[in-house]
């Protein structure tokens, strides 16, 4: 059941943001690139590499990806039937971490969800530039989420984060 809970954590936590990045496609298709103006690419070459660092890199792959394969980690070793049934919860951090992390998990998230609702309003080819971005740096992030998780399962590294439990 344990290792169920494992690959549940991992894998779900990967559903969850490849079925953003699904979201992002039909909306950055609606953008016509071709009539983009000088500003319009400048805005998407300085923002496209921005948003790969920042939310790539710096926020999946050195904080967000190895503290979830480290929550998975106690998952395979000491998970309870409910934290198998909500592993992809857990390993983000909404329940049974410190009161920091689920402050953070949440807020950050609750942020996240606003940040959406308000690019959504925003007239093309802004938003299909933001989408681009966004798109960019979530795609990086399930890259990293698979090279800490395969460094774990194939090479036996584990993460370098904390899995912030309570």
């Known amino acids: 059941m344990r290792l169920l809970g494992y690959y549940w954590g991992f894998f779900g936590v990967i559903g969850l943001i490849a079925s953003a990045v699904s979201k992002l496609i039909p909306r950055i298709l609606e953008l016509d690139f071709a009539s983009l103006g000088v500003l319009h690419w400048f805005v998407l070459v300085t923002f496209t590499p ?51 992390r689920m402050l953070t998990s949440w807020l950050v998230s609750s942020f996240i969800a606003l940040l959406v609702v308000v690019v959504s309003y925003i007239p093309q080819p802004w938003r299909g530039i933001i989408d681009v971005g966004v798109m960019v740096g979530l795609v990086l992030g399930i890259g990293s989420l698979f090279w800490h998780f395969f460094r774990l399962d194939f090479a036996g590294i584990p993460p370098h984060a904390s899995p912030d439990l309570p």
């Open 50 to 100: 921005y948003m790969a660092f920042a939310e790539g890199y710096k926020g999946f792959h050195l904080k967000l990806a190895p503290r979830v394969v480290a929550r998975t980690m106690f998952l395979r070793s000491a998970a309870n039937p409910l934290f198998i049934l909500l592993a992809p919860l857990f390993c983000m951090g909404y329940f049974h971490a410190t009161p920091k």
